[in-house]
DNA sequence: ACTTAGAAAGGACATATGTCCCTTCTTTTT
DNA sequence: AAAAAGAAGGGACATATGTCCTTTCTAAGT
């Protein structure tokens, strides 16, 4: 992680997300901007909290291990993402860690000691972290639903169908959120399985596979058999 | 649902679970409390929300209910419990449907609009919000990975501990936490499954079942099966 | 182009879980 | 107490998923 000491560049980001108005003057006077590299680690699972990131700019993944070292992998994300927030609010340790998962992640690093004394008066900054917390909630909370009460198969199609509805300028910037290990880790089963739905759906005309490109054939298909539902990015 | 117009109680309330000081009294003006039969309805998934609750007494249940109709429950509740609060941020639907498991549940109620009026400019109820949806992220988070990534023998050894640990008086009390049907709505999964993993247990010794009534005979080895994983309730 | 290391895919089998339906136990009714 | 209705439990089989290991593909080095 190196920092970046350029106010102007800071605030560039501030405006490109609208930000300016959420974080008064005080909170911006300590803003530091942070670069990461790819495969770096922004924070650490177990690890006590600090900071407050605002992810500006670069690709993240945001996993979880279990003390029998099963991964989870709870969100691949492009900016706005907020890092720390629950932390924050209760002072627990991290819950998960966050990975750069492209070159020249940008994170704007809150102090949270001076949020705490410059932030938990302000309206403005409280309804701001309300909203990205109770939004975070609620994708949890129908992931999870959807996660407990369908196979595989349903997952798997709900995911592809996310990935292709992402608005990725290139072709090989969608191929990153298609590596077969890490969306078995998303769906919460093994490589193994994922392998032999992707080899059903391409069976059934769903999709198409080739050097591990895949694409969608049917998307009406693939809807139907994710049952309505799409993992929301 | 009746309406309870005695101000007394209601102040009692606030009192015994320390939230006089979160509401202001312009908050307090038009707040009203409600009585809610066994059986009733609190609120109903996918309609609109116009209230927040504050459970301040008796048992609920929450749950969701899939297009396909699959009952997942979310969770079995006693006071202090906040209901409506990640609709009142985020304006959307309901996401779970609310229901009182015990005779006279009571709840005090907020209309959202005058919440917005008085409560959006007040740093001590925002806090108090943020606080309580951060913990219910915190809760969901861990369920989910946990979930996602242990087999129903691990989670119905977690749910056995953590209804074990609940502060219950009576006997006849605990036994609401014990319905099979709803145990296994609650891990998501089976009736039959959970079934079949609960004579696994009586087989290892580690609970006994007379009569529907279960008690834990080794709780070392539900603890070790369980993974150190305890449902927070 | 050949070799080789490593990644990706797949076969075989074991385990976990779901579905359907029958049996057994409990409770209520007569 | 006998009968009937309903709840709880369980058998048998099908499907979903995990584990382990082999095979196939891909890409790097020579």
């Not at 102007?8 to 405006?15: C, I, N, P, R, V």
């Not at 102090?111 to 705490?116: A, P, Q, S, T, V």
């Not at 509805?165 to 193994?192: M, P, Q």
Request: proline share 1%.
């Amino acid at each position: 992680m190196k920092e970046i000491k350029d106010e102007k560049e800071l605030h560039s980001y501030l405006e490109q997300h609208q930000l300016t108005n959420i974080f008064n003057d005080h909170l911006k006077e300590h803003a530091v901007l942070c670069e990461f590299e790819q495969g770096e680690r922004i924070c650490t699972q177990g690890e006590s909290a600090r900071f407050l990131y605002v992810h500006v700019s670069g690709k993240i993944k945001v996993y979880t291990t279990s003390q029998d070292g099963k991964i989870l992998i709870l969100s691949f994300k492009q900016p706005l993402e907020i890092i720390g927030d629950v932390e924050y609010v209760n002072g627990a340790e991290l819950l998960n860690t966050v990975e750069a998962t492209s070159t020249k992640v940008k994170m704007i690093r809150f102090d949270f000691e001076w949020l705490k004394k410059h932030g938990n008066d302000d309206a403005a900054f409280l309804l701001f972290l309300l909203d990205i917390i109770a939004h975070k909630f609620y994708r949890k909370s129908t992931a999870m639903s959807f996660n407990l009460m369908y196979p595989v198969e349903v997952r798997l199609a709900s995911y592809l169908l996310s990935v292709s509805a992402l608005k990725e300028h290139t072709f090989t910037d969608r191929l990153d959120w298609l590596d077969l290990k890490d969306v078995a880790n998303f769906i919460g089963t093994s490589y193994r399985h994922v392998n032999r739905i992707i080899k059903q759906f391409c069976m059934e005309g769903l999709i198409e596979k080739n050097k591990g490109v895949i694409v969608i054939k049917d998307r009406a298909g693939l809807q139907i058999m994710a049952k309505d539902n799409i993992y929301e990015q």
